[in-house]
């Protein structure tokens, strides 16, 4: 196994696996927080030498030159395959991901990159050669999230660095542990598990917790003639129909406005996954956002506007609006509810703060936190490796303190040190047994 990127930080997701015939490399992601403007920022135009030195990339110069089989992607998040586009094509190897996914991967990063994009469901099958390669269903924050699992004679390699245990996900089917380890199947031989929220106690929250909490929130915030505004995840459309379900019951039009908005909304309604109006108004261009902008400037108790800047990014549709770079303007009493968490990063936290700040200024009631994660947290983690048995833990897609709390949650669940494994980005490591 040689890892790539993923470990030591959040994001940059690349891991190349060979079972001794060749390489299968599971996500080639970017780093979000590397990518100041990720929100609304243009990967396909950045250069590859400019996105590797800023440490945004994986370094793959370790996996060139050798025969790579397959591209598997987990799930359509950037830091899973915002490099797509710029690392995959010398490999000459087809792509593999749920119909969401590419359709991401289309729209978001290829540019004029022509890859052979292979679309499986969740639960498929495929043959890589002699290694066999199933698809086990996931939640997570994003649609069509998928565990690949790797099988090649006795040996078993499981990706679940997505993941969360959720009853009722509102979009999609919800988590079946007893399902999932009848198709993993006796003691796997390893698992990479995800570890962005391991540190954190408790079970995670069902997403069904989240819209109860949205449809308190913004039945409190409604106030005749008040402006409202709502900022979550792009990608989160299960989040997003519920913001546009409260929206309509509130009486209020709801308008998704930012071009990451429009992206994911138009690759959803082309496959039919949200089940959102199809005339919901949504406003990605520069000038379909600032004409509509003005326009709900006039009639601000009419709409909920669903927009980018969660994370404070500079160049998102929230941040212009409390730069006064748009053509609407916050008012004393208007409610701006944030549906997302801080990613825990130093430049996340600092933009956040500052674009909090500009809004209290001008007036605007803030709602923090309005949100469950995709993440599993400890309580949902250690469930899953219980139910699951891998005779080998491998900590992954996290910060160095979070890949040792999952090292240490490995430890209290019986692990002992050879059967632990705290990878490096680059550096080769082989199990057996």
Known sequence: MLPLGG?????????AVSFGDGYVVVDMGVRLDAVQAFEDANLAEMGLEELVKANAIPDDRPLRKKEVKAILLTHGHLDHIGAVGKLARPYRAPLYGTPFTLELVKRLVLGEEKLELVPVRPGERIEVGDLEVEFLHANHSIPQTVLPLLREGEHSLLFATDFKLDESPLLGPPTNLQELKREVGEEPEAALVGTVRVDEPGPTGSEAKAREMLQEIMGKAEERGRAMLVTTFSSHLARIRSIVEISEGLGRIPALVGRSMKNYFSAAVELNLPHLPHDLPVHGSPGSIKKFLKKADGSRGDYVLICTGHQGEPTSVLSKIADRKLPFRLRDGDQVIFSASVIPNPINQNNRSIL?????????????????????ARTDTAEFLRALSPRHLLPCHGTPEKLEAMMELGRELGYGEDRLHLLENGRPVRLSG
Do not use: F, P, W, Y
């Open 7 to 15: 470990l030591g930080e959040v994001g940059r997701n690349m891991t």
């Open 356 to 376: 909090e700040t500009k809004l209290m200024v001008q007036g605007a009631r803030i709602h923090r936190d309005v949100h469950v994660s995709g993440h599993a």
